[in-house]
């Protein structure tokens, strides 16, 4: 059964920081690209940054420069530290997996509130 986990999310200042974290069972976590998503009330699903099993990172424009994507594959673990945080990156964020056999797995999301 695969379960993705995410947390660290929550109430932050303008300016301020978070780092999230999404931790992974039932796949095979290091062959695996790893995705971060947001949504916005009223608002799409929207890509925030993937980093693939090799460590190569891409990002959305909005977030390049402020948010970081890593990985842990000893631990499973995927986060996403999120600098200079202003109000329009309040969303819930999700962690999305594509396996190597084509399924997908998000998980259960995780608020992300920015105050100005």
């Known amino acids: 059964q695969v379960q993705l986990v995410e947390s660290g999310g929550g109430l932050v200042q303008a300016g301020g920081s978070l780092t999230l974290s999404c931790r992974a069972s039932?796949?095979?976590?290091?062959?695996?690209?790893m995705y971060w998503y947001r949504q916005a009330p009223g608002n799409q699903r929207e890509l925030v940054a993937d980093?693939?099993?090799?460590?190569?990172?891409n990002y959305a424009d909005s977030t390049k420069g402020r948010f970081t994507i890593s990985r842990d594959n000893a631990k499973n673990t995927v986060f996403l530290q999120m600098n200079s945080l202003e109000p329009e990156d309040t969303a819930v964020y999700y962690c999305?997996?594509?396996?190597?056999?084509?399924?997908?797995?998000w998980g259960q999301g995780i608020q992300v509130t920015v105050s100005s």
């Open positions: 039932g796949i095979s976590f290091s062959l695996n690209t």
């Open positions: 980093i693939t099993s090799g460590g190569l990172r």
């Open positions: 999305r997996v594509r396996t190597t056999t084509g399924n997908i797995y």
